[in-house]
């Protein structure tokens, strides 16, 4: 004996439903939102070792800010206001946008851009000697232009420690 159509439809849509359900309470058990920002990084790397670890192990905060800032490296913007940091940071995504542009003039547009912004944009600097130097003369010329900016948005320290 079968069953009518219609009791089979119904019963294929409730099949179809329930598993439709398992999937999106399995996305949302696997799917994690990434920080948004370096603290709040910091926070769910000091929860994830404080949990491995146990409550017997002392780790702290400034432990965590520690790590990251090692990864991170020296900063770029030491001895620059907030003001000024936020202009070199805009800087240079503009010129990573500008290397990603589909058109030379795209590309030579956001470059001069960034240049506007940070003159010591090193990335649009070199994009722009990429572009505009006609001879291999001027392009060497132009590249220990970039050089310059680099080192002097690194400082002379960070040259002088890092030199090899």
């Known amino acids: 004996m079968t069953e009518p159509p219609a009791k ?3 019963i294929k849509k409730a099949a179809a439903k329930k598993a439709e359900a398992k999937k999106s309470a399995a996305k949302k058990r696997t799917t994690k939102k990434s920080p948004s920002s370096p603290q709040a990084l910091a926070r769910e790397m000091f929860a994830m ?9 002392l780790i702290l905060p400034s432990d965590v800010d520690a790590l990251i800032a090692s990864l991170n490296g020296p900063s770029a ?13 805009e800087a240079q995504q503009i010129a990573f946008d500008a ?7 795209e590309a030579r547009k956001q ?8 003159p010591d944009c ?3 600097l070199v994009l722009m000697n990429d572009l505009d ?32």
Do not use: C, W, Y
């Open 99 to 105: 290397m990603e542009a589909e058109t030379e003039a």
């Open 133 to 164: 130097a006609p001879t291999r003369k001027a392009r060497i010329e132009g590249l220990k232009k970039a050089v310059e900016a680099g080192e002097r948005a690194l400082g002379a320290k960070f040259i002088q420690e890092n030199k090899g």
């Open 8 to 10: 089979r439809t119904t």
């Open 111 to 118: 470059a001069k851009r960034a240049l506007r912004l940070d």
């Open 122 to 124: 090193v990335d649009a």
């Open 77 to 89: 913007h030491e001895g620059l206001n907030d003001v000024e940091a936020d202009k070199k940071d």
């Open 49 to 57: 070792l404080a949990s491995k670890l146990g409550p017997d192990e």
